[in-house]
């Protein structure tokens, strides 16, 4: 069974930083793309970023450019999001999500809370 | 990166069928294979319900059913029942190596 399980997320002030965690099991976890997706609160899925399997390759939304880093240790099958100078409006629940131009597995999400 | 864009509602009764809109443009839903569905129910982890267009992932009822004309992708649920009540959200890969998401559409079930 496949499962992907978040990690890292809280409450952190404006302009501070936070580094989020993702475990994959029941599947091959080098051979898949890895992507991270936010849903601000109340509001729409909104993609953030993509890791190609070996990590050669990563692509960010425009706002996150910059300051959100997607990194992968496929010993660990695990895949990481650091997130600096983070924002008022980075604020919502970060799914992490298997596969890179659609996601067939979803984790439960981790909730990070961006305020003063 | 503008949003697709879906209606914020739709409703149907037990048993009837409905059919969601997603619209894009040329440079994402009009040319991509890689448009697909999620159905999210409140509180809970989005599913994957339609992958590349029209495409059912195994063990999803076959009353869920894709389609692409043009700029457009259509979700159609046959037999409505109370369980489908939830949000969907349709998504395409887009030039330039990115994925929109549509702002969601939210299904009543009368």
């Known amino acids: 069974e496949v499962q992907l399980v978040e990690s890292g997320g809280g409450l952190v002030q404006p302009g501070g930083s936070l580094r989020l965690s993702c475990a994959g099991t029941?599947?091959?976890?080098?051979?898949?793309?890895m992507s991270w997706v936010r849903q601000a609160p109340g509001q729409g899925l909104e993609w953030v970023a993509t890791?190609?399997?070996?990590?050669?390759?990563?692509y960010y939304m425009d706002s996150v450019k910059g300051r959100f880093t997607i990194s992968r240790d496929n010993a660990k099958n695990s895949v990481y999001f650091q997130m600096n100078s983070l924002r008022g409006d980075d604020t919502g629940v970060y799914y992490c999500?298997?596969?890179?131009?659609?996601?067939?597995?979803w984790g439960q999400g981790t909730l990070v809370t961006v305020s003063s | 990166q503008s949003a697709l864009t879906q209606p914020a509602s739709v409703s149907g009764s037990p048993g009837q069928s409905i059919t969601i809109s997603c619209t894009g443009t040329?440079?994402?839903?009009?040319?991509?294979?890689?448009v697909s569905w999620h159905q999210q129910h409140p509180g809970k982890a989005p599913k994957l319900i339609i992958y590349?267009?029209?495409s059912r992932p195994s063990g999803v009822s076959n009353r869920f059913s894709g389609s692409k004309s043009g700029n457009t992708a259509s979700l159609t649920i046959s037999g409505l029942q109370a369980e489908d009540e939830a949000d969907y959200y349709c998504?395409?890969?887009?030039?330039?190596?990115?994925?929109?998401f549509g702002g969601g559409t939210k299904l009543t079930v009368l």
């Open positions: 999500a298997r596969r890179g131009w659609y996601s067939d597995y």
């Open positions: 029941g599947f091959t976890f080098s051979n898949f793309w």
């Open positions: 890791i190609k399997e070996d990590g050669s390759e990563t």
């Open positions: 040329s440079s994402d839903v009009g040319e991509s294979i890689f």
């Open positions: 590349e267009v029209s």
């Open positions: 998504s395409s890969y887009s030039t330039n190596n990115i994925v929109l």
